[in-house]
Every structure is written in C-alpha cells, then in structure tokens.
Nanobody, 120 residues
C-alpha cells in the first residue's frame, strides 16, 4: 500500500507565499507522474500542476508564473511553491501520483488534502 502525506497548507494574506510538500511512502517499484489538484467549495477538483518522472511540467493557466512544481526523486517527494497568492487560490489542495507496483501495474493515489486559505 502507498500513502501520500501532504503538509504546508495554512492561512496566508493575499500576495503571500506557501510551499506544499507531499511525501510518498510504502512499498512500490517507482513513481511516475506526480501532481497537485485543488478543490474549492462547491467546485470540481482541478489540476493545478503536474510533473513527470523526468521533470517535465505543466500548469493550469491560472497559476502560470506564480506556482512552481518540483520533485525530489531521492526523497519521493513533490513540492508546490505558491507565490503571489490570491483569494481565488483558496481551496483544499490534493497530491496525486501514479505509482508502479513491483509486479508492473500502475495505480493512482491521492493524498488526504491540505487546506490553503488566502485572506486578509
């Protein structure tokens, strides 16, 4: 079984910054793509940013130039640096990963979510 544990959420003023972390633990062969999604109250869960095992990235248009996704493969951890935060960034942020098991199958996992609130 694989677990994704997020940390780093909280309350921040508009224009501020936060860094989210998501660490994978458990028994597996490798981690493929990793990403961050967010879900605001009453809205669907949307992709914020994703990063491949090779480091290629893509971002939602709404966060381009403000957010940066990165990963440390040695630590099995993905990060989301969020700068220039806006009230509309308020949401629960979820980590997501495609994990390859020892027997070759790939499974998709979600973290428990971490709240990010941007408010003065």
């Amino acid at each position: 079984q694989v677990q994704l544990v997020e940390s780093g959420g909280g309350l921040v003023q508009p224009g501020g910054a936060l860094r989210l972390s998501c660490a994978a633990s458990g028994s597996y062969f490798s981690i493929n793509g990793m990403g961050w999604y967010r879900q605001a109250p009453g809205k669907q869960r949307d992709l914020v940013a994703a990063i491949s095992s090779g480091g290629s990235t893509n971002y939602a248009d709404s966060v381009k130039g403000r957010f940066t996704i990165s990963r440390d493969n040695a630590k099995n951890t993905v990060y989301l640096q969020m700068n220039g935060l806006k009230p509309e960034d308020t949401a629960v942020y979820y980590c997501n990963a495609d994990v390859r098991a020892h027997w070759g199958s790939v499974y998709n996992y979600w973290g428990q979510g971490t709240q990010v609130t941007v408010s003065s």
